[in-house]
T-cell receptor
């Protein structure tokens, strides 16, 4: 079983739709969970950063972590064409000195005007 | 907003040549990382660096790779004798602390080995 699994899509939605992106993982030591957005030929840009289980909201973005199911989600409300990008989930275990990130493969999202 | 900067944006090198990729992390950050992304694949961890020492390295980071912080602002990745399979995007990242602080990434260097 891969350490982090993410459906690569592609996912195509109309403008204004609610988008749901998901990752599953196998390593129960993961405690920190991140979502990055990556535009073409650019580096990953941090969107959301959460610790342990629960929800976190920032504007149109909501991140959910369910550690019991080893499942994380990112919801995008009122999606815009500018949200078209690849979304990467990433996670790490606290080892006190190094926070190696383990990434999913990324989901390519297109929001159509 | 402060950002991680990487140079060059694209590097083309002959197989067997040495290459140095450069990064300027965010100024008050203390932890530095290199990742790579082969076309169509996941972003993969290479190495982390703190207090002028490697904290952790992956199995990819073999003897051909080295990292250095030559001064107070730059962080470099050297590949001593490049192979065709080293062709990838290389991302530098930095964070303020190891725990509970997110990593911020640069826009990467695209390395093409001929």
């Amino acid at each position: 079983q891969k350490e982090v699994e993410q459906d690569p899509g592609p996912l195509s939605v109309p403008e204004g739709a609610i988008v749901s992106l998901n990752c599953t993982y196998s390593n129960s030591a993961f405690q920190y969970f991140m979502w990055y957005r990556q535009y073409s030929r650019k580096g990953p840009e941090l969107l959301m950063y959460t610790y342990s289980s629960g929800n976190k909201e920032d504007g149109r973005f909501t991140a959910q972590v369910d550690k019991s199911s080893k499942y994380i989600s990112l919801f995008i409300r009122d999606s815009q064409p500018s949200d078209s990008a690849t979304y990467l989930c990433a996670m790490s275990a606290s080892k006190g000195g190094s926070e190696k990130l383990v990434f999913g493969k990324g989901t390519k999202l297109t929001v159509n005007p | 907003e402060p950002e991680v900067t990487q140079t060059p944006s694209h590097q083309v090198t002959q197989m067997g040549q040495e290459v140095i990729l450069r990064c300027v992390p965010i100024s008050n950050h203390l932890y530095f990382y290199w990742y790579r992304q082969i076309l169509g694949q996941k972003v993969e961890f290479l190495v982390s660096f703190y207090n002028n020492e490697i904290s952790e390295k992956s199995e990819i980071f073999d003897d051909q790779f080295s990292v250095e912080r030559p001064d107070g602002s730059n962080f470099t990745l050297k590949i001593r004798s490049t192979k065709l399979e080293d062709s990838a995007m290389y991302f530098c990242a930095s964070s303020r602390a190891a725990s509970n602080q997110p990593q911020h990434f640069g826009d990467g260097t695209r390395l093409s080995i001929l």
